[in-house]
C-alpha cells in the first residue's frame, strides 16, 4: 500500500501488488496497481554480468552474484534482485547492453519515448551488395540476409551435356558468397571465425557434376575472380536482397564491419572507452583453465596468441567497454573505464534528473541515490518471550494396542482391491472392506 496525494489535497490509498514468475531462464517480475501494470523480464542466459544495472539501480535493489564462478560455468543468474525494493522504474532495461533485460508496461504510465536509452545502432549504407560475409561472420547471429534475385535454376535450367571451363582466382575471390547462393553448383567451405581473422570460410569449391559452364557467375561475381569458358544462355541477374538486424541479439561488437569488404556498414557503439590489460597480473592468467572473460565478452574479442609467448590479448575494436569481463577476472587483469555515454535525449520531467545521474555514473561509477531520510518505516515486531511447551504423557498400553491395529491393517492396504475401493468408495464401505480382511 501507499499513499498518493489527489487535486483536492486528499491522499488516496493506492494498492500494489508484486510479485516473481520463473519461465526457464527468465525471471519475470511484476508491479500491479489499480492504474498499472508493469512486467520486468530478466532472461539470466543472456545476461553476461557487466554490472552496469546494479550501478545504476536507483534503490539498491540488484545485486550482482559470484561472476568467476559464473564465468566459468556455476549455472545462476549474474544479478538478483530484491523486488521490495525494486520500483519498476525501468533503468536496468533500458541501459542493458546484451537485452538481458526487458521493461513492459501499460496503463496511467509516460510513454516509453520519455525515458532514454542507448543512442547506438548498425545500418548498412548503399555500397552493401549485399552478400553472405556479415551474417555468416555475427557471432551473436544478429544478421539475416535475405537475397531476392532470381536463382540459377529458375532463369537458366541445367544442361547435362554443356561443354566449357570454369576458374576461379582467389588472390580476387573475398569469399562473398554471392555465386554460392546463385548457384547450387558453388560450395563454401566453413571456419570458425576468430577475433584475428573473420572470414567465415577457408575455401570455394565447384562441383562440376552441376555446372554446365552458363557464364551466369562469371556476370554476376563483383570481384571478376571467377572465369568461365561456355555458353551464356540469358543475361545475370542483379544482385538484390533484404538485410535484417535482430537488435536484441546485435551487440555492436562491430565484426560485421570489420569483415565488410565494401566499407558498407556503419556502428555506433553505447560507449567510448579504453580497456587495458594490467601487465603485473597476466603472468596470474590461466586463458586455457579459467576462459572467463572469453565466456562474458559479448565482443568475443579475447584470444590466446600463438608464437609470441603472451597469454592473452584482445581485439580492441570491438570492445563495448561492459565491463563483464573486469567482473569475471579473479585475477585482476583488465581495466576498463568508459569515458562518454552515446543514448537519447532526456525530456524535462520530474525524473529527468536521476536518469541524468544514471547516465553519469556508467562514466564516474558514482552513484547519487535518492534520499529516503523521509520514508515511513513500519516499526519491528518486538521477539516474543520463549515459552516452553509441556509434552503430554503417553499412554503405552493405547500405543502398543494402536501399533497392534497398524500391523493388522497393514495386509488389507497391500490389496490392490481394498485400495480401488478406498479411492472411489465412501468411507463406510472401506471401513467395512478393511474389517473383513483384518
Keep these: ?19 516473481m514468475d520463473v519461465q526457464g531462464s527468465n525471471f519475470i517480475y511484476s508491479q500491479i496497481t489499480e492504474k498499472s501494470k508493469k512486467v520486468l523480464d530478466y532472461d539470466y542466459k543472456r545476461c553476461n554480468g557487466c554490472g552496469i544495472c546494479v550501478g545504476l539501480c536507483p534503490t539498491k535493489a540488484l545485486e550482482l552474484g559470484p561472476m568467476h564462478e559464473i ?23 533500458n541501459f542493458c547492453p546484451v537485452h538481458a533485460l526487458n521493461m513492459e508496461f501499460e496503463g496511467e504510465l509516460p510513454d516509453k519515448g520519455n525515458y532514454p536509452v542507448y543512442d547506438s545502432y548498425v545500418r548498412f549504407n548503399e555500397k552493401c551488395l549485399p552478400c553472405v560475409l556479415c551474417e555468416a561472420a555475427c557471432p551473436e547471429d544478429a544478421i539475416k540476409v535475405e537475397f531476392t534475385f532470381r536463382k540459377k535454376e529458375e532463369i537458366a535450367p541445367f544442361r547435362k551435356d554443356a561443354q566449357g571451363e ?17 548457384c ?10 576468430t577475433p584475428t581473422d573473420l572470414t567465415p570460410f577457408e575455401q570455394i569449391l565447384v562441383d562440376v557434376d552441376k555446372c554446365d559452364y552458363c557464364v551466369l557467375c562469371q556476370d554476376l561475381c563483383p570481384e571478376d575472380a571467377i572465369c568461365v569458358k561456355g555458353e ?37 557503439k553505447p560507449f567510448k572507452g579504453e580497456i587495458t590489460l594490467v601487465g603485473n597480473n597476466i603472468d596470474k592468467c590461466d586463458p586455457q583453465g579459467c576462459h572467463g572473460c572469453f565466456n562474458v565478452c559479448p565482443s568475443h574479442m579475447w584470444y590466446v596468441p600463438t608464437g609470441t609467448g603472451k597469454k592473452i590479448a584482445i581485439k580492441e575494436d570491438y570492445c563495448i ?11 585482476d587483469v583488465m581495466r576498463v573505464s568508459r569515458e562518454n555515454v552515446n543514448h537519447t535525449d532526456i525530456p524535462d520531467s520530474p525524473w529527468a534528473s536521476q536518469w541524468r545521474d544514471a547516465v553519469r555514473s556508467m562514466v564516474t561509477l558514482k552513484r547519487n541515490n535518492p534520499d529516503v531520510s523521509r520514508a515511513l518505516e513500519v516499526e519491528k515486531e518486538p521477539p516474543r518471550e520463549y515459552v516452553e511447551v509441556e509434552m503430554p504423557e503417553v499412554d503405552e498400553s493405547l500405543l502398543n494396542a494402536a501399533r ?20 472411489c468408495k465412501p468411507a463406510d464401505e472401506v471401513r467395512d472392506a478393511i474389517s473383513k480382511n483384518i
Design 321 to 331: 567497454y561492459c565491463g563483464a569481463c573486469v567482473n569475471a577476472c579473479h585475477v
Design 166 to 182: 570454369i576458374k576461379i582466382d582467389l588472390d580476387k575471390c573475398n569469399f562473398c558468397g554471392v555465386c554460392a547462393k546463385f
Design 232 to 268: 551464356r544462355p540469358c543475361e545475370a541477374p542483379v544482385i538484390e536482397g533484404n538485410i535484417n538486424i535482430d537488435n536484441e541479439k546485435c551487440t555492436r561488437c562491430t565484426w560485421c564491419k570489420t569483415v565488410c569488404p565494401y566499407e558498407a556498414v556503419d556502428v555506433k
Design 404 to 423: 497392534e491395529r497398524i500391523e493388522k491393517a497393514k495386509p488389507a492396504l497391500k490389496n490392490v482391491k481394498i485400495r480401488r475401493i478406498w479411492e
Design 71 to 93: 564465468a566459468t560455468g556455476m549455472d545462476a543468474p549474474p544479478v538478483m534482485m530484491d523486488i521490495e525494493k525494486c520500483t519498476f522504474c525501468g533503468m536496468c532495461a
Design 1 to 19: 500500500m501507499t499513499g498518493d496525494i489527489t487535486p483536492d489535497g486528499s491522499e488516496e490509498t493506492i494498492s500494489i501488488t508484486t510479485g
Design 184 to 193: 547450387d553448383a558453388f560450395i563454401m567451405l566453413e571456419r570458425e571465425p
